[in-house]
């Protein structure tokens, strides 16, 4: 489970996997976590459910890292950890989520680049044998 981030002309992009689709929006939040501040700088100290559902598993993941962008901005949130549970039934998508993190310090969390918003551009969400794999673009 992780994320990698590419090389991306105007905003910053970053390859994600998981053993789980769970796995993967967790690595989608660390990604975006990471994309502000260093990981290892945020302690997973609070904890935040979060609940969503969509009608496919792209849009559940654009959503989910809005919410979390949301979250930032509203409350200082940043995360680190947590569990993720997403699932498919009726026809749409559900993620249910305990995340761990904590607000945001100036004095402990260097701030790299504000996030916009996530993307739909070049959005790809597969699953590779026992892997779930993503690209996706964060709005900087």
């Known amino acids: 489970m992780g994320h990698r981030f590419i090389d991306h ?10 053993g789980t ?13 990471d994309t502000m501040t260093p990981l290892d700088a945020v302690a997973a100290s609070v904890t935040q459910a979060v609940t969503l559902e969509a009608p496919t598993l792209e849009d559940l993941l654009v959503d989910w890292l809005n919410e979390l ?18 699932e498919g039934r009726e ?3 559900f993620v249910t989520a305990t995340l761990a993190g904590e607000r945001f310090d100036p004095a402990r969390h260097p701030m790299r ?14 699953q590779d044998g026992d892997t779930w794999r993503a690209r996706i673009v964060l709005d900087i």
């Open 9 to 18: 002309t105007a905003d910053v992009a970053a390859d994600l996997e998981g």
């Open 91 to 93: 026809g749409r998508w």
């Open 21 to 33: 689709p769970g796995q993967l929006f967790l690595s989608a939040a660390r990604a975006l976590t």
């Open 69 to 86: 962008v949301y979250r930032f901005e509203v409350q200082d949130m940043l995360y680190s950890d947590g569990e993720v549970v997403v």
């Open 113 to 126: 680049v504000l996030v916009k918003s996530a993307t739909y551009h070049g959005l790809h969400v597969v």
